[in-house]
Every structure is written in structure tokens, then in C-alpha cells.
């Protein structure tokens, strides 16, 4: 909840690029992949959800997306049906959170453990609505006239004892279809069963003349117009030459190839099929990219983006992208620009796409390739974990420089555009900068020495002793300046941490509780020093007890800690603590400890060692007063009588209900508001419990 509320919506649907960033994230194409995708909208940043499917398909090793559409209107399911389809996932439709919830535990389940899983669904018209009151039957090849699973409704599902080929029967109102469906081991494939005669057989063409379209293209059919012009969907089909299935009337059909689209006016009669050509003026680029003239292609780790023209404020709209290194894109005739990016170069081309033609478009970027590696001291092995690296372009006119690139691989390869460039690496503390220039086509390796070393730092309680293991906190300074103030170099909160520091000499100071250390030191490049600091302190671990032979009082105590006295009997103070049993580590030596529960205080002489534990529980001699009352008012508390008659004031409280911790003895309890007051006097007992309800009168 915490990662979800710190999102910004924006109130778009880039369902498309999150399933591929997805995608990517779990490198597809190195291993199997599944992505669950949750929506509960469309599309709405430009891209296409079957194509991308396609792609992902085509790319990945075995790339697998389950799709929940969750409480979607009508005709807006076609784009997440095809994700799914398409990559051999599930859909599965959600209305609520506990078909949601369902929803999520059959994508997981497949997920987990794939099964070999047939989906039938029946339907009007191709791409169309569900429609329900149909029943199925499902027999293997060779199987015989049984069937291997039976079901009905308008979209059902069954797991299938194996993979293989399969004829699929279903039925509606005494009409009979067979469709043929073959399931790999462990993947899921959707098949449509459509119960409709007339309708339209759809072919597309780059232009007027050209070669009809065989595979790649994705079709839309709408219905009249309503009085706002809005259309529902009534099929999608995802075939180059579909034939969709529908009834009598006027319809609008979209074809759409890559980026290109084409629409027209239909009217289905009842009959034999209608048969629609489109043409979508379309053209393909076949797109490559080079780092300098007379190089070779590159052929990974490209993306592209494909815009229009600048509309009349300058803003270009995406027409297209890719991820792969030489693509072959489908768009409108017209021009269009090309924008390649390769890890930090960039390089762009203004294209004339032509209808019906496939053009070679070669990008230059004019960039080269950085290859680095950092090492403590000349000679020494390069640094294999803890680096990260900033790159920074030229500076301007005021000395800035701007970021280019940056990385936290120990020895990255950096695509960059041709140029002067500063890089700082970190390793720890240690810091360094080269100046490099990148030429195009050309690779450049750098390796940057620090001049540096690493220390091992260690407190240790006595000689001998065995490393501290937790509670320290290290701070390590420079050398001194000419006003003896040193410089903040490095610190840590591990107990034995290991720093990287430039050669030199430094202070080292540490704390551990209130005991503290400190040592001058020296830094050797390349080499590791292992640095114990003896304290001389010790540990002390106390509480505090009502009365003799009780149990460590729970709460309610504060801890104070005075070092020596001086020569005027003033103690400094140590450490302190709110807790009911603390442990103290402290420099060793004699201190005096002084316990507080309310009104009640205890205090004990004790000394530390070197190296040692010591247990201490003071005794309080106190115990417990609870006190109530019905009237308002005010709560004192008074100890008992000196030799003169008077009374000091232990403690008070403004709660009507109030308890007190008190020393043992005869103490006297006033009650009081305004001019009235009531008072009684009580013998506190240690670690006994006593109470009294009093009312000002």
C-alpha cells in the first residue's frame, strides 16, 4: 500500500508499455517469462496490445501474458483478449473484488504450475460478444466418438490430459459447429466458436493494385452510429483475411497494419458474405542504425521511436516504436521522423514513407562506446563490485556540466554521442576523475586509478579481546589543516566495517554507548589494513526492584549515570536511559547510578571493567499508591514529618485517577478544589499496592 500510494495517476492506460516494460524487466528473452495484467481500461497512449503481443511472441523465449479485464463495457476487451491470445495466455473477465480475487488465483495457479488448458468461446460474430446457452464437447485425434470433457456457457475452459490436436463441437439452438484446436504441453489456446452466416470476408492492401495482406493485420467492426457519433465494437479478428460472421446491416470496418489504419462504410445483407477490400496507403521502413559511416549495423540494444510531423505548435504525435535492433515497420504514407536511441546516443532522419514500397532507412548516431574499469592503485586488479559511475557532458558557460549517462556495473560499456566528457567514479570513500573524448565508430577503454586502500576496522573492549559486534558507529576525518580542523572523510554503522579510502593518513574516531576511541591511522593504495582500537570499556546491564526479592520494576524509570567526582564533589554525567532494564557500555572505571520511579529514587556506586559484563538491580523501597476520585481537582503528595513538624512534597497530579510510585513510609494524601480539600494519611509498604478514593469537601 505504501509503494500504491506513492503513484501519481495520470489517468491514461499505457497498458501496452507497461507489459512490455514488464517484459524487459524479467529479460524475456533469456529466460521464460509471465506477466499478469490487471486493467480495467483500454489502450489509450498510442500502442497496440496485439501487435506488441506479436512481438513479444516473436522475441521471447516463452513469453506468457494472463489478462484480468476487470469490470470493462462492452467492446472493450478485444485489445487485452488478443494480449492474452496471442501469447498463449488466459483471459478472464472480473465484474467484482471476489471475481477479481478468483480471477487472480486461476492466473497464479497457471502461472505456477502450467497446465494444458483449451478455451472455447461462443459467439455471434468473430471478435464479438459472448453469448451464452451453448454446450460443448471436446474429442482428442484418434479418440474415438467420446468425448475428452464436455461444458457449456459462453466462454468455459477445460484442463486437457495432454497436448495434441483436438475437434471442438458445439451447439446452439440445434445449430452444430466443429472447430479444430491444437494445444501445446502447458500453454493455453483460445478458440472462437462463431454461430452466424452472413457477414463480411476482409482483404487489405498497401494500395490500390498491390499484393493483399497475408498476415499482420488486425480488424474492426463497428455498428451505427449513435446521436453522440459513438460506434460499439461488434467484432475484432485479429486474421489478414477474416471472415466476420455478423447479421444483416450497416457497418463501419477499420483495418489496421503496424501504424497504418483504413476505414469504410459497409452493408451486409442477408446471404452469401460480402467481401470488403482496404486500402490502408501504407508503406514499410526497414530500419538500422550505424555508428559511424562505413560501420556495421548494430544489432542489439536499440529502441525506436517513429513520429508525425510537427502539428502548428511544434508537438509531434508517436506513429510507431520497436525494441528490436533492425525492425521492419508498417505506416501512413507521408512523412514521418525516425529517432533511434542506443544507451545514450541518439540519432534521427526525416523519412517519405510510400505507399506499397519498403525503404531501407539507415540512422546514423554518430557515437562511440566508453568501456570502463577502476582499480585501488596502478597495476592493481580491476574493482568488481561497490563502483558507480557519473558521466558529464561539456560545460557551459557558467562551468555546469550535464549528466550524460551513469552506471553502477563495477565495468560498464557506455554508448555515447561522439564528444568530451568528464567521469567520476566512486568506490567508498574514494573518489576519481578522468577527462575522456569519444569518436564515432570507435571504442574507447579507460581505467581510472584511485590511489586508494581499504581499511577493516574493529573495537575491541580489552587486549585480546574479541571484535565488538554491534552498537558502534565509526567517523573517519583527513588530515588536519593549517587551523587543525579535519575534514569529514568517511563513516559507518557496522560494527567491523570496511572502508575504501584515499592514500593518506587519518583520524579515526569511534563510539560504542558512551565509551569512545580514537586512533591516527595511514591509508596504503591497493592495500587492505586491518585496524583494531582498543577502548577500555565495559558493559553494564541494570534494574531496579520495588523491595528485596521482587520482580524488576516493568516501567516508569529513568536512568542517570555520573562518571568520578572532581575535585569540587561534581560528577559528570555518563549516560542516561528511559528504559526499564538498559544496558550501558562505558568507558571503565567507578560511576554512580542513580534510579528514578516517580517519586521513589535508588542509587548505587558501581564499577566497570575492561571487557566484562556487570549486573546491578538497585532497590527502590517503594511501592504503589492509585488513587481516585468523583469530584475535580488537584492530587499532593507529602513525605512525613521532619523534627519541625513540616512535610515535603513528593509528588502531585491533576488526573482524577492517578497512580504513584512512593517510597515506603507514612505519607500524607490531599485532595483539593477551590477552598475545599480532603486529606488522609497512608502507609506505603514496599512493593505493595495501596488505594484510596478521597473527595475535596
Not at 384 to 410: H, I, L, M, Q, T
Amino acid at each position: 500500500m505504501k509503494a500504491v500510494s506513492a503513484l501519481e495517476p495520470k489517468g491514461k492506460t499505457p497498458l501496452t508499455a507497461a507489459v512490455i516494460q514488464a517484459a524487459k524487466y524479467l529479460k524475456f528473452e533469456e529466460a521464460k517469462v509471465s506477466v499478469i495484467l490487471v486493467s480495467d481500461g483500454v489502450e489509450t497512449c498510442h500502442n497496440d496490445p496485439c501487435m506488441a503481443a506479436e512481438e513479444l511472441e516473436r522475441l521471447g523465449i516463452d513469453f506468457t501474458c494472463h489478462v484480468i479485464g476487470f469490470d470493462l463495457k462492452p467492446g472493450e476487451s478485444s485489445g487485452l483478449e488478443c494480449l492474452a491470445k496471442k501469447t498463449g495466455g488466459m483471459y478472464l473477465a472480473a465484474k467484482d473484488a471476489a471475481s477479481l480475487k478468483s480471477s487472480l488465483e486461476a492466473a497464479m495457479k497457471q502461472v505456477a504450475k502450467p497446465v494444458t488448458t483449451l478455451v472455447i468461446e461462443a459467439k455471434k460474430s468473430s471478435g464479438g460478444a459472448l453469448i451464452e446457452g451453448a454446450t460443448f464437447q471436446v474429442f482428442a485425434e484418434g479418440g474415438g466418438e467420446n468425448a475428452i470433457a464436455t461444458g457449456n456457457g459462453g466462454r468455459w475452459s477445460t484442463e486437457l490430459p495432454k497436448a495434441g490436436k483436438f475437434t471442438i463441437s458445439a451447439k446452439l439452438n440445434g445449430k452444430v459447429v466443429e472447430v479444430e484446436a491444437t494445444v501445446k504441453e502447458g500453454d493455453t489456446v483460445t478458440k472462437e466458436v462463431v454461430f452466424a452466416e452472413t457477414g463480411i470476408k476482409a482483404i487489405a492492401y498497401a494500395k490500390e493494385g498491390g499484393e493483399a495482406f497475408e498476415r499482420n493485420v488486425t480488424w474492426d467492426l463497428f455498428g451505427p452510429a449513435d446521436a453522440e457519433g459513438h460506434r460499439e465494437t461488434i467484432a475484432t479478428s485479429y486474421e489478414a483475411q477474416p471472415f466476420l460472421k455478423v447479421a444483416a446491416g450497416k457497418y463501419l470496418l477499420k483495418a489496421t497494419r503496424g501504424e497504418a489504419s483504413a476505414s469504410v462504410e459497409v452493408t451486409v445483407k442477408e446471404g452469401a458474405p460480402l467481401e470488403v477490400k482496404v486500402v490502408l496507403g501504407s508503406g514499410n521502413l526497414k530500419l538500422s542504425a550505424i555508428s559511424a559511416e562505413g560501420q556495421a549495423a548494430i544489432t542489439k540494444d536499440i529502441s525506436w521511436d517513429i513520429f508525425s510531423p510537427p502539428d502548428a505548435e511544434g508537438q509531434r504525435k508517436k506513429l510507431g516504436f520497436s525494441y528490436d535492433a533492425q525492425p521492419k515497420l508498417t505506416l501512413p504514407s507521408g512523412p514521418c521522423l525516425v529517432v533511434a536511441t542506443y544507451g545514450n546516443a541518439k540519432g534521427q532522419k526525416e523519412v517519405e514513407v510510400k505507399a506499397g514500397e519498403t525503404q531501407d532507412v539507415v540512422v546514423l548516431l554518430g557515437s562511440g562506446k566508453l568501456k570502463l574499469s577502476v582499480i585501488m592503485e596502478e597495476g592493481g586488479k580491476p574493482v568488481a563490485d561497490g563502483v558507480s559511475w557519473d558521466v558529464f557532458g561539456e560545460a557551459d558557460a557558467e562551468g555546469n556540466r550535464p549528466k550524460a549517462a551513469y552506471s553502477y556495473d563495477a565495468q560498464p560499456t557506455l554508448a555515447l554521442p561522439a564528444g568530451k566528457y568528464a567521469v567520476e567514479v566512486v568506490v567508498g570513500n574514494a573518489k576519481g576523475k578522468v577527462m575522456v573524448e569519444i569518436k564515432a565508430g570507435a571504442t574507447l577503454e579507460k581505467v581510472v586509478s584511485l590511489g586508494a586502500g581499504k581499511i577493516k576496522l574493529s573495537a575491541l573492549a580489552t587486549e585480546g579481546a574479541e571484535a565488538i559486534s554491534k552498537d558502534v558507529t565509526w567517523e573517519v576525518f583527513g588530515a588536519a589543516d593549517a587551523e587543525g580542523n579535519r575534514e569529514k572523510a568517511g563513516y559507518s554503522y557496522d560494527a567491523v566495517p570496511t572502508l575504501s579510502l584515499p592514500a593518506g593518513k587519518y583520524l579515526v574516531q569511534l563510539e560504542w554507548g558512551s565509551a569512545k576511541g580514537k586512533k591516527e591511522i595511514e591509508v596504503t593504495a591497493g592495500k587492505l589494513t586491518e585496524i583494531p582500537i582498543i577502548i577500555n570499556a565495559g558493559s553494564l546491564a541494570l534494574s531496579a526492584i520495588m523491595a528485596e526479592g521482587a520482580d524488576a520494576a516493568p516501567e516508569g524509570l529513568n536512568w542517570d549515570v555520573f562518571g568520578e567526582a572532581n575535585a569540587e564533589g561534581e560528577r559528570p554525567k555518563a549516560s542516561y536511559s528511559y528504559d526499564a532494564q538498559p544496558k550501558f557500555h562505558l568507558t571503565a572505571g567507578k560511576y554512580l547510578i542513580v534510579a528514578t520511579r516517580g517519586a521513589a529514587a535508588a542509587q548505587m556506586e558501581v564499577e566497570v571493567q575492561a571487557g566484562k559484563m556487570a549486573t546491578k538491580a538497585l532497590t527502590l523501597n517503594a511501592g504503589t499508591l492509585k488513587v481516585s476520585s468523583s469530584t475535580p481537582g488537584s492530587w499532593e503528595i507529602f513525605g512525613p514529618k521532619d523534627g519541625e513538624g513540616n512535610r515535603k512534597k513528593l509528588t502531585y497530579s491533576y488526573d482524577a485517577d492517578s497512580k504513584f510510585f512512593i517510597p515506603a513510609g507514612t505519607v500524607l494524601v490531599v485532595r483539593s478544589e477551590g477552598d475545599k480539600k480532603a486529606e488522609k494519611e497512608v502507609e506505603i509498604k514496599a512493593n505493595v499496592l495501596s488505594e484510596l478514593n478521597l473527595d475535596a469537601k
